[in-house]
């Protein structure tokens, strides 16, 4: 079995907050201590490994992640840099020049134009002549299509395709057209996601599927891999959104995956859309599309039967709610849930929404009462929540004010998860704890700490994880870990307000990077044992 010491480096444990050295056996923290100790402890058995300095940390947890569609934006045409029509459509142009068969690109955001504009269906059919061309939203939740793209899957002009621009249910058709299941580049795209996602220090993902996105067989592409690939690489869990009516077909659903990494079903099970494609449900309309509230893929009787049936299963269930509407919708299909089955079943479902931005205080309140779970992507508020950003400009000051509330929260009892939902936005985990600290709404604002528990142990947590020292580095726990070139750690908070834990070092609260302009970068990722990235000791 094989033995690591690490040492010279500061590592972040609850069981030593000034602990320097760590001792790895196989999969397993054998030991945590000071650097006095480590060198007693050294043998010729061990393999000595000099931190340098760098700061190791439990690995991260991304808890909504579209593997497939992040990889198939790393390997594609990404569009986030364009900031004009006439930027993206230099993009598509060289891109044609460069490729064959139907050209599909991600990542525009109008709100980032300074016309705001978008480009017509003939420009882009200029831009790439003979071409279908098919370009997601940044959100995913909208896109841009050729005229022979939409006229080959018989698309015609109506409330969802109007100009080049095409959402909601015509969407999802658009999808399953360009979409088609590949296997080999399917699985191209998941390694590279997963790739990626150890690149960037993560040791566990949740993957949210469903039939919109990537479809069956790419999910179970994802669980059938084969158990080398499985090690080396980040451990994957899933939701599945898919509806069930009964506690037999929820329980015949997951069981048909044949896999325990199935954790539950829902996750992009969309009760609504998007704020950027207009189609998140509002309560009253959007500031700058007068008469329009968004879309809503789901009923009160649909929710509410989905999470009886999963209540009584004892699966989680999940769902995709932005808008203010879109949760009243959520929490009364709950309530008739609770009619149903009982109050204490959906309790002890592990239930959880996706994303839940616009959430007032009776929300929280009815959201802490079903024992809910909500998994947040603070980087949208640093996306879109800035300034005169994409929320203020669809919301108007008020409400793009108090969107993303993770301090609301957590002050109220609700637990908290967050993640990237990559590719939507960048896989970055400390820039995602460093939103937490910077949300545009002061009382939404977290501590560094605790944005890194939301990150790592909550994760666990939220899967239901028997093991109480998963996301931990601790004697016994496994050894899931990422090492950082972190110059300076500190204790930091929000605010100057007084936090719950001393900020000064000698009171042994443990450290975390110092989240300004330059953040750490990952210089290896291990998973029980495995080494997944490495780039220690590269230039």
Not at 153 to 180: C, K, M, Q, W
């Amino acid at each position: 079995m094989s033995l690591e010491l690490y040492r010279n480096g500061s590592i972040y444990s609850p069981a030593d907050p000034f602990a320097t050295a760590m001792l790895v056996e196989g999969g397993t923290v054998a030991w945590i201590g000071s650097e006095s100790a480590a060198g007693s402890l050294l043998d010729a058995r061990m393999a000595e490994i000099d931190l340098q300095g760098a700061l190791v940390t439990p690995a991260f947890v991304d808890s909504h992640v579209h593997l497939s569609s992040l990889g198939s934006k790393l390997n594609g045409l990404d569009l986030g840099g364009a900031r004009s029509v006439e930027e993206l459509l230099s993009l598509v142009a060289a891109a044609a020049a460069d490729t064959t068969g139907i050209l599909i690109g991600a990542g525009w955001d109008e709100t980032r134009f300074a016309s705001g504009q978008l480009p017509t269906a003939e420009q882009l059919q200029k831009a790439a002549p003979d071409r279908e061309v098919y370009l997601a939203r940044i959100d995913l939740h909208s896109a841009l299509l050729s005229p022979g793209l939409a006229h080959r899957i018989g698309l015609l002009e109506g409330p969802e395709y109007t100009g080049s621009l095409v959402r909601g249910n015509a969407h999802e058709r658009v999808r399953d057209a360009v979409f088609v299941y590949d296997p080999d580049t399917n699985a191209k795209n998941r390694e590279l996601a997963l790739a990626h996602m150890a690149s960037t220090g993560h040791g566990t993902v949740v993957e949210m599927a469903a039939e919109h996105i990537g479809g069956r067989k790419d999910l179970e592409g994802i669980l059938g891999r084969g158990e080398a690939a499985k090690a080396m690489s980040p451990e994957v869990f899933a939701y599945w959104g898919e509806l069930v009516s009964t506690r037999e077909e929820a329980s015949s659903l997951l069981s048909s995956f044949n896999s325990a990494a199935m954790v539950g079903l829902g996750g992009d099970l969309n009760i609504d859309g998007s704020i950027g494609s207009r189609t998140a449900l509002l309560r009253t309309d959007y500031t700058d599309a007068a008469g329009q509230r968004g879309a809503s893929y789901l009923d009160v009787e649909q929710v509410s039967a989905h999470v009886a049936a999963c209540s009584l299963a004892g699966i989680p269930a999940s769902f995709h709610v932005i808008g203010d509407a879109g949760l009243d919708l959520a929490l009364e299909g709950f309530s008739k849930a609770v009619e149903s089955v009982g109050l204490a079943k959906v309790q002890a479902g592990r239930h959880r929404l996706e994303h839940v931005e616009m959430v007032d205080e009776a929300a929280r309140e009815k959201m802490l009462n079903f024992a809910m779970t909500a998994s947040m992507q603070p980087g949208f508020d640093a996306a879109w929540g800035r300034g005169d950003g994409l929320y203020q400009q669809r919301l108007g000051k008020t409400r793009a004010g108090a969107m993303n509330g993770v301090g609301q929260f957590l002050a109220s009892g609700v637990p908290v998860v967050i993640g990237s939902d990559a590719p939507v936005t960048p896989v970055n985990p400390w820039a995602t704890v460093k939103a937490c600290l910077e949300l545009s709404d002061p009382r939404a604002r977290i501590s560094a700490r605790a944005a890194f528990m939301a990150h790592t142990r909550s994760g666990f947590r939220a899967l239901g994880s028997a093991n109480p020292m998963a996301g931990q580095l601790v004697n016994g726990a496994e050894a899931t870990f990422a090492i950082w070139d972190a110059a300076e750690l500190s204790v930091q908070t929000p605010d100057l307000r007084v936090s719950s834990w001393s900020t000064d070092a000698r009171a042994g609260t443990p450290m975390l990077p110092v989240l300004e302009d330059d953040l750490p970068s990952c210089l290896r990722t291990v998973r029980a044992g495995n080494v997944l990235f490495d780039s220690m000791g590269k230039a």
